[in-house]
């Protein structure tokens, strides 16, 4: 699978054209996502399997990306979001009895 980094300056949208996140430049405070916002986002920018309770359970588990609060609502920035989806991701492999530790488990 190819990554993707988002780069400074560039709005990030999805497959048919739908702006997920604007453009953060350094005149412009981070971008933060509610719950179901962030699962789309990982969903839709990096490709990988995400959903709301999955995101709620980490949350109380740990092993989920970093997240804040705004009195009772998670909210999640996208810098955090792409560094714990990108963590997900294993090295380049070229067949499955490579480095069978390494890959991580995605649910």
């Known amino acids: 699978m190819k990554t993707r ?23 412009r405070s981070p971008r933060y996502l509610r ?25 109380v588990t740990g092993g989920g990306p970093a997240f804040r609060k705004c009195g009772r609502f998670p909210m999640y920035e996208t810098a955090d979001l792409d560094g714990w989806a990108q963590g997900r991701l294993s090295a380049p492999i070229r067949s ?3 480095h069978r530790s390494s890959i991580p488990d995605c649910k």
């Open 5 to 27: 980094e988002p780069s400074a300056g560039t709005d990030v949208k999805n497959g048919e054209g739908e702006l997920l996140m604007p453009a953060v430049t350094p005149d």
């Open 35 to 59: 719950r179901i916002s962030a699962a789309r986002y990982i969903r839709e920018y990096w490709g990988l399997p995400c959903e709301p309770s999955w995101l709620a359970k980490l949350a």
């Open 96 to 98: 499955t009895s490579e």
